[in-house]
């Protein structure tokens, strides 16, 4: 079974690490996973074993961070941010604390009275950077001395037994100042969370026996009837029974524009109604809705770690202690070879301070949940920095048709009898056949009759049709092959740019329908753009050929294949893939045949808003509004993270390094050597936020 637990008031990314691999050592712990920016820790435990394991994680948290409280959470759900805000005196007191420390510095610089100068280095030394050596002496007594905090201490404290007063006093306010800003950076990207927690209804206005009851999303039923005022939020997924009015759906898919809704329209849980008093019956309930999915996606987009962050992680584990011990050989061999000098202790001490790895450890996760959260602002969820990645590394597009670079909303055009037949007949044995399938053509199928279908005991055939079985009568609609394979004789070959829907009854053919789509308005723009950006396109269909190929060439696709099973689809994948090299082959679809595609290919999109659940839990990010265009921008987005990522990883460990050779030849002095850590830090950090503005 699996467990999350939330770290309240957990702001280190060194200290979650170390929380989440010392869990992740218990017998009774099979795999950890820490998810920094939520505050969460996943458990994968044995299932009798819940009470111990929490018990032990708070143990552990405890000793390693005793300000944050372990709360196991039920079913994983979320924390909203008012149950974790940060404490503003806490702010207001390191910003105090800073401030008195820099003015106190600021007179030692100024006196030059050297009895004295030293107790006003410490002053100001101690102001700021007391919780910090006691922090570094608990985890010394502890057995766990290697943090940034013991590395600041030793420094410092070094700094001062050698009389460098102002370095040691200096380095620990630069510090603590990059600790504040850090932190502030943390939270930035935690509030984007925080807003997107804000389309989470908190109530539904539920219509039972004529008066209406207010009750909690959660006990909502599907076909329960909800009412929503203008100015509410919409509670859960739902299709309008009465009424009229405009919906702002931005928070979801990003769209500025309202949307008009009216009786029959479907709308998602988490938008907002604007105009009208409308009457809805509830079509998910609140576990499975659009909302509750959409938050469930971006709070735990942060756990699946990009193979940067995963390097990152395994350097820091490796780094510190390696710098540590090169600083002891630099103050310890000169000595030994040519006698003591403080230059040598200088310089190690100098080697301390650069080697904290705060710059790389917290702006990498920075900079991809930045990316996510700009994107999710847009409707476009991406699940994690794996999935950015794949994204940033696109080389083929390969889309499904229907529904993706076509409406989806079939209609039909002809209606072709056998002989002994007539139109109106034909098409009541096709709709008795295809009332049960949510395939588009079946439901356009279903829009031209009039009437209710006789009752039908129907199977669907995967990329086929369905067969129904009616008053004792065999029915067969589908595709030229399903009639193939059933041994169908006498089918005419008929020219069509649109989808033909084969009928045969007892074994013999009835008729033919043909139902026809349309490409998306933006389908054009969002190849174009993918081209541009070198970037090929293909199209896979189980379309006929005829139809396929007409939509390829109005939208100038490199490629396109057609008549494809859904196991035809991922073999066409398996083969671009196999072609594509180090480039990396993103699937985008919409339905539930296209789920086993999705999860093969390197990344998988879906088409969130009238995409299948099945496709959207396979896909790597989802499109909200379902056009095609937005894919650039998931790509562009992926594109700049990625830039941002491997600028920090770049510029970090070359400054730290360039500061580490300096200073062990003895140039470099303790100012570099703060520059290189927090000035790094900083500028890293800063860097990171820049993902979050598209």
């Known amino acids: 079974m699996q467990i999350t637990l939330y770290m309240k008031g957990l702001d280190c990314p060194n200290c979650a690490e170390k929380i989440r691999a010392e869990s992740e050592k218990h017998p009774l712990v099979k795999k950890a996973e820490m998810n920094f920016m939520a505050k969460k820790l996943s458990l994968d435990i044995a299932k009798e074993s819940s009470e111990t394991v929490f018990k032990e994680v708070s143990r552990i948290t405890a000793s390693l961070e005793p300000d944050v409280e372990v709360v196991l959470l039920e079913n994983g759900a979320a924390v909203s941010a008012s149950e974790d805000n940060d404490d503003p005196s806490d702010l207001k007191m390191s910003i105090a604390r800073i401030i008195a420390a820099s003015v106190i510095f600021a007179a030692g610089m100024f006196l030059h009275d050297k009895s004295y100068t030293m107790w006003i280095f410490l002053a100001a030394y101690f102001i700021v950077g007391l919780d910090v050596i006691i922090t570094a002496g608990k985890n010394i007594i502890k057995g766990r001395p290697f943090d940034e905090c013991f590395l600041m201490t030793i420094a410092t404290l070094g700094a001062f037994c050698i009389g460098e007063y102002p370095e040691g006093a200096a380095v620990m306010i630069l510090y603590q100042l990059g600790e504040m800003f850090q932190g502030y950076a943390v939270r930035r990207s935690r509030k984007s969370i925080a807003s997107l927690m804000d389309i989470r209804p908190d109530v539904a206005f539920v219509k039972r026996n004529g008066t209406v009851e207010q ?56 938008c907002v109604n604007l105009t009208g008093v409308i009457e809805a019956r509830v079509t998910k309930k609140f576990g499975e809705s659009t909302v509750t999915k959409i938050l469930e996606l971006v709070e735990n987009a942060s756990a699946k770690k990009a193979k940067s962050e995963q390097f990152i992680t395994r350097f820091a584990r490796w780094y510190t202690p390696c710098v540590v011990i090169a600083a002891l050989l630099l103050a310890a061999v000169p000595s030994l070879v040519s006698g003591f000098d403080t230059k040598y202790i200088y310089s190690a001490l100098s080697f301390l301070v650069v080697s904290c790895p705060c710059a790389l450890v917290i702006s990498v996760p920075l900079s991809f949940f930045g990316g996510i959260g700009g994107a999710s602002a847009r409707g476009i969820l991406i699940k994690g920095g794996i999935a950015m990645e794949q994204l940033a590394e696109c080389g083929t597009v390969v889309f499904d048709k229907t529904g993706t670079l076509t409406d989806g909303t079939f209609e039909i055009t002809r209606i072709i009898p056998a002989e002994n037949r007539t139109e109106k007949e034909l098409l009541a044995i096709a709709a008795a056949a295809e009332q049960g399938s949510n395939h588009p053509a079946a439901m356009a199928v279903m829009r031209g009759f009039e009437g209710v279908p006789e009752k039908a005991d129907i199977t669907e055939i995967a990329g086929r049709g369905v067969k129904a079985i009616i008053s004792g009568r065999t ?98 994948v398996e083969e671009i893939i196999k072609n594509s090299g180090k480039r990396k082959t993103v699937f985008v679809g919409d339905g539930i045949n296209d789920a086993p595609v999705l999860m093969r290919a390197d990344a998988g999109v879906a088409m969130g808003g009238i995409g299948s659940d099945a496709a959207i839990e396979a896909a790597d990010a989802v499109i909200m509004n379902d056009e095609p265009s937005k894919l650039i921008e998931a790509i562009k987005i992926s594109r700049k993270t990625k830039r941002i990522v491997i600028q920090n990883i770049v510029f970090s460990l070359a400054v730290k390094a360039a500061v ?35």
């Not at 909800?226 to 100015?231: A, S, T, W």
């Not at 062990?664 to 500028?683: K, Y």
Request: glycine share 8%.
């Open 215 to 270: 009750a909690a999303p959660e006990l909502v039923e599907i076909d329960d009837i909800i009412v929503v005022k203008p100015g509410e939020k919409i509670p859960l997924d739902c299709v309008v029974t009465s009424g009229k009015t405009s919906v702002d759906t931005s928070a979801l898919t990003g769209e500025s524009v309202p949307r008009q809704a009216g009786e029959g329209e479907s709308l998602m849980g988490g």
């Open 660 to 694: 580490l050779i300096l200073a062990a030849v003895g140039i470099a002095t303790m100012w570099s050597a703060v520059f290189a850590d927090v000035g790094v830090c900083l500028i890293a950090v800063v860097n990171a936020m820049r993902a979050r503005k598209i």
């Open 475 to 572: 029915i067969l609609a589908g595709s030229r092959k399903l009639m193939e394979e059933n041994s169908i004789n006498n089918i005419p070959e008929i020219e069509s740019a649109g989808t033909l829907i084969f009928i045969a009854e007892n074994g013999v053919y009835a008729g033919v329908i043909e139902i026809s789509d349309s490409v998306k308005s933006d389908a054009e723009k969002a190849v174009s753009e993918l081209k541009r950006y070198g970037i090929k396109t293909v199209m896979l269909t189980g379309d006929r050929r005829a139809a396929a190929e007409i939509t390829a060439k109005k939208l100038g696709l490199d490629e396109w294949h057609a008549e494809l099973l859904p196991d035809g689809k991922v073999a066409a």
